[in-house]
């Protein structure tokens, strides 16, 4: 591995996760990308709260500003979970929706340079078989690198 994307939410999970990824990133000498997203209709509720923070205000904001919860969050969890090892990561933001989260992961993938993807896939048969949903199976069927999934049972 060259360079990793790490797809983040706001679960334990996910936190481990990116420990692994960072875990395995440090020992191979890589760099990771840490991927966090807003929906639409997220960014439009942050939007529409610095509209009334900027009315109250009588200031402007650029319209970026939405994005920042995602990137604090990332930037935390990092910062909680790889600072200390000795790699290289970078923050990745986007806004995506969730239909689209597949397509996303491949072209933020492609568009950062990287060669494997971390992900959490949740386990859906009564059986025990692991059934991954529609994204883990669009990224594993379809990016050309390695894909490590993390897989939970489904609440």
């Given amino acids: 591995m060259n360079r990793g994307l790490v797809v983040l939410d ?3 999970t996910h936190r481990a996760l990116l420990e692994e990824a960072g875990a395995f990133a440090s ?9 966090s997203y807003l929906t639409s209709e ?8 610095i509209e009334t923070i900027s009315e109250q205000e009588g200031t402007s ?27 290289s990561y970078e923050i990745e933001t986007r806004v995506i929706d ?3 989260l597949g397509d996303a992961i491949l072209e933020t993938a492609y568009d950062t340079d990287c060669d ?4 959490v896939g949740r386990k859906r048969s009564p059986t025990g078989k692991a059934i991954f949903g529609d994204v883990v199976q669009q990224v594993i069927l379809n990016f050309e690198g390695r894909v490590t999934v993390d897989v939970v049972d489904s609440a």
């Fill in 98 to 100: 969730e239909d689209d």
């Fill in 61 to 87: 904001y650029d319209s970026t500003v939405a994005l920042q919860p995602a990137e604090q969050f990332a930037s935390s969890m990092a910062a909680e979970t790889i600072a200390d090892l000795d790699l």
């Fill in 10 to 12: 706001d679960t334990e």
């Fill in 116 to 119: 494997h993807v971390f992900l």
């Fill in 42 to 49: 997220e960014v439009e509720s942050n939007l529409d709260t």
């Fill in 27 to 35: 020992s191979s000498d890589s760099e990771l990308v840490v991927l």
